[in-house]
């Protein structure tokens, strides 16, 4: 930044560096700044969103990942934080019709996004939640730390706290990105706590 402040991949990159500490009006501030310097950058509009997100700022990360897919209507990345997004509001319906709205988008089977539709409309959030558990088990039996992860927000999201540090633990194992980021993910907040994650937290590095 000192040598080309007008780089703006290197404001993107010290704002998601600033996120993981849980700086988050200066890592606002920089990421900003990248957008201004790179306003058609997709990446940087996304993130601008996830660390508002991550902020704990949800009315403004909607707004912001909509304001992407005005740009960029195929953009997955934004249409599943902005259900997420949706979800951490308690605005459970725009939440889940945003999600199906992913799927579809990826390519799901009109039986299977009907499903999520029934189970929601009958059983709430509680069975939405059970049948995303049930969609990724062939995922998180391969050990795929991507399906970790989300079903840890799963299992957080529905009381289940051993369950979500299990798969953490089994996330840690191996070497992956997104560790980094549980200090600040408010879909972790119903694990904070817990002892547990708090080790978690400082065995990655925090």
Known sequence: IKQNPRYATAHHWYAEFLTTQGRFNEAIKEIKLASSLDPF???????WGIYLFFAHRFDEAIIQ?????????????????????YEQNKDYVK?????????????????????FRRD?????MVAFWRRKL???KKDIRSGDNEAQMRAAYLH??????????KMLEAAYKKPYYKLCYIKVD??????????????LIERVGF
């Open 95 to 115: 939440s889940v019709a945003a999600y199906l709205d992913l799927l579809q988008k990826q390519g799901g089977k009109p039986e299977e996004i009907e499903a």
């Open 156 to 165: 957080s999201a529905l009381g289940e706290k051993d369950q979500a540090m």
């Open 41 to 47: 950058s997709m990446p940087i509009s996304v993130d």
């Open 65 to 85: 990942f909509q304001k992407t897919l005005e740009l960029d209507p195929d953009n997955t990345r934004a249409m599943s934080m902005l259900s997420a997004s």
């Open 186 to 199: 408010p879909r972790y907040d119903n694990l904070r706590n817990d002892p547990r994650f708090t080790d």
């Open 120 to 124: 929601f409309e009958h059983g709430g």
């Open 134 to 136: 049930e969609a990724q």
